[in-house]
């Protein structure tokens, strides 16, 4: 990398960044198509990742 920390969000911060529900956030983060690292029993999700599906998805219906 070049000296930037790397930020990522578990589930329960993802649902407070995206102003949604803990449980609808579980569910987003295990969806087939959001960009999800499993390292264990737990889930996270770049920030750049993030970032990167808000823009495809913009504009769009996004169904879990």
Avoid at 1 to 17: C, I, P, Q
Wanted: a positive charge; hydrophobic letters at 40%; aromatic letters at 10%.
């Amino acid at each position: 990398m070049n000296g930037e920390e790397l930020k990522v969000f578990t589930a329960k911060e993802l649902a407070g960044v995206l102003k949604i529900g803990r449980d609808k956030a579980y569910a987003l983060i295990r969806s087939k198509g959001f960009p999800s690292i499993c390292i264990g029993k737990r889930y996270i999700v770049t920030e750049k990742a993030l970032n990167e599906w808000l823009e495809q998805y913009e504009h769009k219906n996004y169904v879990l």
